[in-house]
């Protein structure tokens, strides 16, 4: 099943949420799903009256309260390239290898960029780049009951001069893309699913790179559980899950560059303007 969030010409209601493409009631949210668990999330969603096909410009699948969480150096590749990037020796393998994951806040609903959205990079930045990640759909009582494809935007010379900076390297204007829709599945199916990411600049790929779900160190559930040890989400949240791919440290983002990231069946291409 899929959840999708489109522009609607209601003025009582601008947006409207659609299950597998037909639009569903008016006052419907997010949080109604969210609010069900796990187990009975599917027979709930069928006792939905779905309307016409949604026709309106795809938005963010996400609404204005809800939070975007993420989780940082979860695969090998990150953690070498954090390393690399960052003045402080050995605080990236040190996460790695620890028990307690990195988890951050990155961003509210109503910053939230979706597909086809256009993109700004920090003017404080030298060395910006985009990080393809699974994004987790987790309910209200810390389910995993689908995902997306997320974006998680970061200025990594920033953080590089200090772990400290990490909020200012991570969580600016646009730095948070997800989409295109929401695709309810079983945790079983994301254990090994591709996310691959290009980068073109003038009509030429200048950057590629792929790799799976199941190259994490760490499991869903245990980021999960992490995140929900001493915060509650009565409506749900959404957790980015980390990158494993990371463009070589000569390489930065410019004005113009189109981002196309693969996450399983979800894509969101973005522009940097």
């Not at 599917?42 to 809800?66: K, M, N, S, V, Y």
């Not at 993420?70 to 003045?87: F, H, I, M, N």
């Not at 910053?111 to 699974?134: A, I, Q």
């Not at 998680?152 to 400290?164: A, H, K, Q, T, V």
Request: glycine share 8%; with cysteine; aromatic share 6%.
């Amino acid at each position: 099943m899929e959840l999708s969030r489109h522009e609607s010409s209601d003025g009582a209601h601008p947006s409207r949420w659609a299950l597998d493409g037909k639009l569903l009631p008016a006052d419907f949210a997010l949080s109604h799903v969210l609010a069900v668990p796990r187990e009975r999330l599917a027979d709930f969603l069928r006792l939905l009256p779905t309307e016409i096909p949604a026709a309106g410009r795809g938005l963010p699948p996400i609404d204005r309260h809800h939070e975007v969480w993420a989780a940082g150096v979860t695969y090998l590749r990150s953690r070498d390239a954090r390393e690399a990037e960052t003045q402080v020796r050995d605080v990236y393998s040190k996460v790695y290898d620890a028990e307690r994951p990195e988890i951050f806040m990155k961003s509210l609903g109503w910053r939230v960029v979706g597909h086809h959205g256009l993109l700004e990079l920090r003017k404080d930045s030298r060395w910006n780049v985009p990080e393809p990640e699974l994004v987790l759909v987790v309910n209200a009582f810390g389910e995993i009951v689908g995902y997306c494809a997320g974006n998680d935007m970061s200025s990594r010379d920033i953080e590089g001069e200090n772990p400290l900076y990490l909020p200012q390297a991570k969580v600016f204007k646009t730095s948070c893309v997800l989409g295109p829709s929401l695709q309810l599945v079983s945790v079983e199916d994301l254990r090994d699913i591709e996310i691959s990411l290009s980068i073109s600049r003038k009509g030429e790929t200048v950057f590629t790179g792929e790799t799976r779900t199941s190259r994490m160190k760490r499991r869903l559930e245990e980021l999960v559980s992490y995140l929900c040890r001493e915060l509650a989400f009565p409506e749900g949240v959404f957790l980015m899950t980390g990158t494993g791919i990371v463009p070589e440290e000569s390489f930065t983002l410019q004005r113009g560059d189109v981002i196309d990231i693969r996450v399983g069946v979800c894509r969101i291409v973005n522009t940097i303007g």
